[in-house]
């Protein structure tokens, strides 16, 4: 909750609090973003003034009306699916995999096509990635394929995190460029990423857009991409933590930027992307060095495979 201008807390909202509250007085209240959607309708919580809002469907966000009342439960989680045995999954330890590349003599543009995982729905294996990640709350995909690849198995492990830990869930944009998840989900060139400011935690939220599937919220690349700050949203994470149950960062590969770094080394867990048939081999040992080199040393790796072949 957002205490009073009195408070120390009221400076979080930072030179624009006293006219957001005046918009308040006046009826103009801005939802969170961050909604809780229950039996087709929303609530949320002014970013001005900490009212707690309501909104119907083909309506707009209004205060609670006088006599009712909000109450607010944490999502409590989902007991796993049984059926879908761990042989589905593509995902493998990234150091194993770099190893095991090392000792049959993998030298540059080799690929990943020498590894090759049962096949099985796309849905089941993402299903299963969801039930395994355990407390993890912030988690990274590096990719170390094309922008398509990323994109489309974001969406994917999202909705399958979503629909097996339910909750609310938070995707941030970090690529640094113009092609991440931003582009399919429709905030290309819109504020995001780049217009965070480090000292005020609210600016993120403020840029964050609501998705067409209740509980998902988008935290874009911004209207600058490669001036995006990584470090600005790893110096807010715990405060993202307290308003989402999941924050899914997508990011280009660690060695691609240092800036990836920032994020990398506070997240929960993280996952290497890479495509069967056309991921480099010596891309995955220069991942590998440059999680080991700060300090990370349990990544994991999602193994894809091309939608039009290797």
């Known amino acids: 909750m957002i205490r009073s201008t009195g408070s120390k807390d009221g400076k979080i909202l930072g030179g624009k609090g006293a006219t957001r509250r005046m918009f308040c007085m006046l009826g103009y209240h801005r939802a969170d973003p961050a909604t809780v959607w229950n039996g087709g309708i929303g609530f949320s919580r002014c970013l001005g003034c900490g009212v707690e809002l309501v909104q119907r469907p083909g309506a707009g966000w209004t205060p609670v009306p006088r006599g009712y009342a909000v109450i607010w439960r944490p999502a409590a989680d989902r007991p796993a699916l049984a059926g879908h045995p761990p042989v589905g999954t593509r ?27 049962p096949t099985a729905p796309a849905s089941r294996s993402y299903r299963y990635l969801a039930q395994r990640i355990g407390s993890a709350r912030t988690i990274v995909l ?13 969406l994917l492990l999202t909705a399958m995190i979503q629909a ?13 460029g113009g ?9 290309s060139g819109q504020p995001g990423l780049s217009e965070v400011r480090a000292d005020d ?23 600058r991409p490669a001036a995006g700050r990584p470090d600005h949203i790893a110096g807010m994470l715990s405060f993202l933590a307290d308003r989402f149950d ?12 240092s800036r990836n770094i ?13 495509e069967e048939g056309r991921s480099p081999m010596a891309d995955l040992h220069a991942a590998h060095e440059a999680f080991r080199a700060n300090g990370i040393a349990d ?5 894809t495979m091309p939608v039009h072949g290797g």
């Open 91 to 117: 995902a493998f330890p990234l150091a194993r995999l770099a190893d095991g590349a090392r000792r049959i003599g993998a030298a540059a543009g080799r690929t990943l096509d020498r590894f090759h995982a």
């Open 142 to 154: 590096s990719a170390l394929c094309d922008a398509d690849a990323a994109n489309d198995t974001l």
């Open 164 to 176: 097996e830990r339910g909750g609310r869930v938070l995707l941030i944009d970090a690529t640094l």
């Open 179 to 187: 092609d991440g998840v931003s582009v399919p989900l429709g905030a």
């Open 201 to 223: 935690p609210w600016s993120a939220v403020e840029v964050m857009r609501m998705l067409p599937r209740p509980d998902m919220i988008l935290l874009g690349a911004g209207q």
């Open 246 to 257: 999941h924050i899914l960062i997508q990011q280009r590969a660690i060695m691609a930027d």
């Open 262 to 274: 920032a994020l990398a080394t506070r997240a929960d867990l993280i996952w290497a992307l890479a």
């Open 299 to 303: 990544v994991g790796l999602i193994l």
